[in-house]
């Protein structure tokens, strides 16, 4: 059984728990970008290891899934941040 797909929430409608590990996005009239995983830090938006912040606002995020084991379609393709697990 497969388990149903978690909702993405707009960062101007609700903001992550702080230090929690999220999936994120840039979801706007230019399209899709940007899929990884963050964490909202003091308002600052930082890699998974918090060894640097980003310079963009991601427009939507939602909860990791818990069977992800933090791999990314960014880290399979070889790149963006890489998460320690």
Request: no cysteine; proline share 7%.
């Amino acid at each position: 059984m497969e388990s149903a797909e978690i909702e993405w929430v707009k960062v101007t409608d609700k903001l992550p728990p702080e230090g929690d590990e999220v999936e994120i996005k840039i979801d706007d009239g230019k399209g899709i970008r940007n899929e990884t995983t963050l964490k909202l830090y003091r308002g600052i938006w930082w890699f998974p290891d918090m060894s640097m912040y980003v310079y963009f606002t991601p427009t939507h995020w939602r909860a990791k899934p818990a069977s992800s084991g933090g791999i990314t379609t960014n880290q399979q393709k070889g790149g963006g941040p890489k998460t320690v697990t």
